[in-house]
């Protein structure tokens, strides 16, 4: 695994800092941030950026850190992939824009014929292209509920699906995503997630999702649902992966109840469980895939793709909106997509694991306050509690996020207790940085863990 290929050749593949952090330069920033910017809007971590490319962000202080965060799974073949700049220069030079429903351009289309090829299932297979991962979920349940004529959405406890108002409601957590922003779509139902760590122990994954469909068939009725939406492993909600047989069981009640079963795999896909799409993991087909985040190495870009007989089952125009499929955007997700094939970053992310995993198993032999490891190629994440409880650990799990950042490793949280630590790192990672992360990762423990 090597990221040569994917780094501008100018940036130093380097741990490296010159000031404390924030620096000057990013103080300043941060000030004119403070008086401009709405502070409803987060910072994970107040450092100004000027470069980044392979696993590592240069900030305007001349500050190197190592990037385990990915812009939240987005860059997964590096910043300013080479390939990616040149594709993305070379369409803005011919055009920035046309509205691919007023005059059409082949971008959109070979980017339509690659999601057929690489989601899941050999059916006929057709897509629409939106901006954002939630507009990719919206449009999801208005293409179900026109292919099914019902109504009724079920969503899991812990999920994340965006911040508009229809994905507001699916997704699961109340503080900061849907504070005070109700009312909320209506006919969106809840039910238990497989959480293997909290869940009993023993329960299977077919036990978990019979527990859900038993909530679905009484409190809805099964001939009222469009569709079963799930995250293969949750996100935001924690790197949660289910029990093996959950997603099976949900896709095989669904075929049976007329309810479609769509798969977010908008942190999930392009390669970063270590395949195509994680519902692979288990040979899942679910019947509409969301994605968006890797899939343009960092230009907005999602997809809806799905069985072509639901995907046209809305009428003409039903779909659509001003920059969906954007030119740069889909020039940018060819060459990541082809970026992804030639380097095997697939492959890469089953490495990262491989270099990740047993070093986080060893944390929690050595922390008690390391409940659960777990995930899935390069989705990997640690679960805080105090220990020998499943209480969560959020004041530790911030300050370890807070002296991780200090130390110049951009690590991320997720968890509906916020105690659960995520890494991301970009495919492309050398292992020399994985490493040096890690050992910073071991430090900051042993050190906010004494005493
Ligand atoms: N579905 C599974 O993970 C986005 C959100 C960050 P958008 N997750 C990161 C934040 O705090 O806003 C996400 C996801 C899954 C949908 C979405 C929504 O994707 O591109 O952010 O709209």
């Known amino acids: 695994m090597t990221g040569v290929l994917a780094e501008p050749a100018a940036l130093p593949q380097e741990r490296r800092l010159v000031t404390g952090l924030p620096g000057p330069r990013s103080r300043e920033l941060m000030a004119r941030r403070a008086a401009a910017v709405s502070a409803a809007v987060g910072t994970t971590v107040p450092v100004f950026v000027e470069r980044a490319g392979g696993g590592v962000v240069v900030d305007v202080d001349g500050n190197s850190l190592i990037d385990l965060g990915s812009g939240i799974a987005v860059v997964s073949v590096g910043n300013a992939a080479p390939r990616v700049v040149d594709a993305v220069q070379a369409q803005a030079a011919a055009f920035t824009h046309t509205c691919f429903m007023v005059t059409p351009y082949e971008g959109y289309v070979a980017v339509c014929e690659e999601l057929a090829r690489l989601t899941p299932g050999g059916h006929p297979k057709k897509s629409a292209l939106f901006n954002s991962g939630a507009e990719a979920v919206e449009n999801a349940v208005k293409v179900a509920r026109v ?33 005070g922003f109700g009312p909320f779509a209506p006919e969106v139902y809840r039910v238990p997630m497989s959480y293997p760590f909290r869940d009993e122990p023993g329960l299977t994954g077919a036990e978990a999702a019979a527990r859900a469909l038993a909530l679905v068939e009484s409190q809805i009725g099964a001939a009222h649902v469009a569709a079963v939406l799930v995250e293969p492993i949750q996100g935001e909600g924690g790197f949660v992966v289910p029990a093996p047989g959950f997603l099976p069981a949900l896709a095989a009640w669904c075929r049976e109840a007329g ?11 392009f390669c970063r469980t270590g395949d195509w799409f994680a519902c692979e993991d288990e040979g899942v087909v ?18 809806l793709t799905g069985r072509a007989e639901l995907m046209d089952a809305v009428p003409g125009g039903g779909l659509g909106g001003t920059f969906g499929g954007n030119p740069l955007a889909c ?10 094939r030639e380097l095997d970053l697939a492959g890469a992310a089953r490495g990262i694991e491989g270099t990740m995993l047993p070093r986080l198993r060893d944390l929690a032999a050595r922390h008690r306050e390391v409940g659960d490891v777990r995930g899935r190629g390069a ?66 423990f042993a050190a906010e863990t004494a005493g």
């Open 331 to 340: 020039a940018a997700a060819l060459a990541s997509i082809a970026t992804m």
């Open 147 to 179: 292919a099914t004529g019902r109504s009724a959405v079920v969503v899991f406890d812990h999920a994340y699906h965006g911040r508009t108002n229809l994905t507001m409601a699916l997704t699961a957590k109340a503080m900061p995503y849907k504070w």
């Open 379 to 444: 989705m990997l994440a640690v679960e805080l509690v105090r220990p020998g409880t499943r209480e969560p650990e959020a004041a530790l799990t911030a300050r370890i996020v807070r002296e991780c950042h200090a130390r110049g490793v951009v690590v991320l949280t997720a968890g509906t207790w916020g105690n659960v630590l995520r890494f991301l790192p970009p495919l492309v990672i050398g292992q020399d940085l994985l490493t040096e992360a890690l050992d910073v990762l071991d430090e900051v």
């Open 286 to 303: 679910p019947d509409l895939v969301t994605t968006a985040k890797g899939i343009a190495g960092g230009l907005p870009l999602a997809g």
């Open 259 to 269: 309810a479609l079963f769509v798969a977010d795999e908008v942190q999930t896909g």
